[in-house]
């Protein structure tokens, strides 16, 4: 048996205004909350038992895996206040049952990857490490941490953010899942917050610790903002994202009771959410629209998410916007780049456009 820790606790500011109601774990990816699609990759990996260690919005997982089957025991580990990475990590254990020097996958709440989560268990037995790093090297490594190791997949250092090209001594970084022996949690301490990126890994190698790396490179995403959550939902419904939750693949997702006008357009990997209304000729292409929403007549939708129950007027072009629930958008109007709505938002017919020559 392996048991996993599934931090979902963070407040997701990046994705706001979507995550003031609904913690980014929570949100609806490719048909079903994010949370389900890690939840049932560590099932089929061998994962029996998860804690998902919660504090930000806990009650809304609660709710969610009160009632869910997802063929794996589930238990909620709720921070009173917010502990940070290794904090979370800590206070779940109590709720192991993992022996000492067993090994226990510990995952980032917003990672799609495809790892293979068996192979990074019997490398970390293998090699004896106390810990292991799943590594995934990235294009450009500026906006992250580095992760060098020798070779023999040593972890050497945990570097800060390169500001030169000299400090990009690898393009590997810390991909957000990690598997730990159980006495190696006992060591972090209690009871206040702690960051196992800055305090615990770096503190593990002052101490002699073998920290090992695995590096693959397959499928990795961090669904943290508003483009990297369009783009990884519309990589599952595509397909060229793994995850065994996502209900049907194909050019876009509709789900039951949607109603899509026999002229719009939808393709690209949208997901048109329960309850939803796409109008006639709308277009809608590698967006998210969330349930209850209403695309009306004519509006283009464009790598942007709608959020729950938010209403786009008729002939508005959204392009790389993010709308809260509830918003309301007049018709007309162009929404471009980055424009986020908050959620019950108005915003009246005509009133906001972008020039394409500005
Ligand atoms: P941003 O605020 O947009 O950076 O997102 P975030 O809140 O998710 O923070 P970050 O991406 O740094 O967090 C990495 C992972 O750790 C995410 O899955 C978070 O849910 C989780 N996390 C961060 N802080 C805590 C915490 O205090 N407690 C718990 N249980 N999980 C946390």
Same mark, same amino acid.
């Given at each position: 048996?392996?048991?996993?820790?599934?931090?979902?606790?963070?407040?997701?500011?990046?994705?706001?205004?979507?995550?003031?109601?609904?913690?980014?774990?929570?949100?609806?990816?490719?048909?079903?909350?994010?949370? !389900?699609?890690?939840?049932?990759?560590?099932?089929?990996?061998?994962?029996?038992?998860? /804690?998902?260690?919660?504090?930000?919005?806990?009650?809304?997982?609660?709710?969610? /895996?009160?009632?869910?089957?997802?063929?794996?025991?589930?238990?909620?580990?709720?921070?009173?206040?917010?502990? *940070?990475?290794?904090?979370?990590?800590?206070?779940?254990?109590?709720?192991?049952?993992?022996?000492?020097?067993?090994? &226990?996958?510990?995952?980032?709440?917003?990672?799609?990857?495809?790892? $293979?989560? $068996?192979?990074?268990?019997?490398?970390?037995?293998?090699? *004896?490490?106390?810990?292991?790093?799943?590594?995934?090297?990235?294009?450009?490594?500026?906006?992250? *941490?580095?992760?060098?190791? $020798?070779?023999?997949?040593?972890?050497?250092?945990?570097?800060?953010?390169?500001?030169?090209?000299?400090?990009?001594?690898?393009?590997?970084?810390?991909?957000?899942?990690?598997?730990?022996?159980?006495? =190696?949690?006992?060591? /972090?301490?209690?009871?206040?917050?702690?960051?196992?990126?800055?305090?615990?890994?770096?503190?593990?190698?002052?101490?002699?610790?073998?920290?090992?790396?695995?590096?693959?490179?397959?499928?990795?995403?961090?669904?943290?903002?508003?483009?990297?959550? &369009?783009?990884?939902?519309?990589?599952?419904?595509?397909?060229?994202?793994?995850?065994?939750?996502?209900?049907?693949?194909?050019?876009?997702?509709?789900?039951?009771?949607?109603? &899509?006008?026999?002229?719009?357009?939808?393709?690209?990997?949208?997901?048109?959410?329960?309850? +939803?209304?796409?109008?006639?000729?709308?277009? &809608?292409?590698?967006?998210?629209?969330?349930?209850?929403?209403?695309?009306?007549?004519?509006?283009? !939708?464009?790598?942007? =998410?709608?959020?729950?129950?938010?209403?786009?007027?008729?002939?508005?072009?959204?392009?790389?916007?993010? /709308?809260?629930?509830?918003?309301? =958008?007049?018709?007309?109007?162009?929404?471009?780049?980055?424009?986020?709505?908050?959620?019950? +938002?108005?915003?009246?017919?005509?009133?906001?456009?972008?020039?394409? $020559?500005?």
């Amino acid at each position: 048996m392996t048991e996993a820790v599934l931090l979902v606790g963070g407040q997701g500011t990046r994705l706001r205004p979507l995550t003031v109601n609904t913690p980014k774990p929570m949100l609806p990816v490719a048909g079903v909350p994010f949370t !389900v699609h890690q939840i049932t990759r560590a099932r089929d990996a061998g994962v029996t038992r998860i /804690i998902l260690a919660t504090s930000y919005k806990a009650e809304v997982f609660k709710a969610f /895996i009160d009632d869910a089957d997802l063929g794996i025991e589930v238990v909620i580990a709720t921070e009173d206040e917010p502990l *940070g990475t290794g904090g979370a990590i800590r206070h779940a254990l109590p709720y192991l049952e993992s022996g000492p020097d067993e090994p &226990v996958l510990i995952f980032n709440g917003d990672v799609l990857s495809g790892v $293979d989560l $068996d192979g990074l268990v019997t490398h970390h037995r293998d090699t *004896g490490s106390d810990v292991t790093l799943y590594l995934t090297p990235v294009e450009d490594p500026r906006a992250y *941490g580095l992760v060098p190791t $020798d070779h023999e997949g040593r972890v050497t250092a945990f570097l800060e953010k390169p500001k030169t090209d000299e400090e990009i001594v690898t393009n590997n970084i810390n991909a957000g899942c990690y598997v730990f022996k159980r006495s =190696i949690i006992d060591s /972090i301490p209690a009871g206040r917050p702690v960051s196992v990126e800055r305090e615990t890994f770096p503190g593990l190698l002052d101490s002699g610790a073998l920290v090992t790396g695995v590096v693959d490179s397959g499928y990795w995403l961090d669904l943290g903002t508003p483009l990297s959550f &369009v783009q990884g939902s519309c990589d599952l419904v595509l397909g060229s994202a793994p995850s065994p939750a996502v209900p049907q693949t194909g050019d876009y997702l509709e789900l039951p009771e949607a109603q &899509v006008a026999s002229d719009a357009q939808v393709h690209g990997g949208s997901v048109i959410g329960r309850g +939803a209304v796409v109008g006639a000729g709308a277009v &809608v292409t590698g967006a998210v629209v969330f349930d209850g929403a209403e695309i009306a007549d004519g509006a283009h !939708v464009a790598h942007s =998410i709608v959020g729950a129950g938010a209403v786009v007027g008729a002939g508005t072009v959204l392009n790389r916007a993010v /709308i809260g629930d509830g918003a309301v =958008i007049g018709r007309g109007n162009e929404l471009l780049e980055g424009v986020r709505v908050w959620p019950e +938002a108005r915003i009246p017919d005509g009133s906001v456009r972008f020039s394409s $020559d500005a």
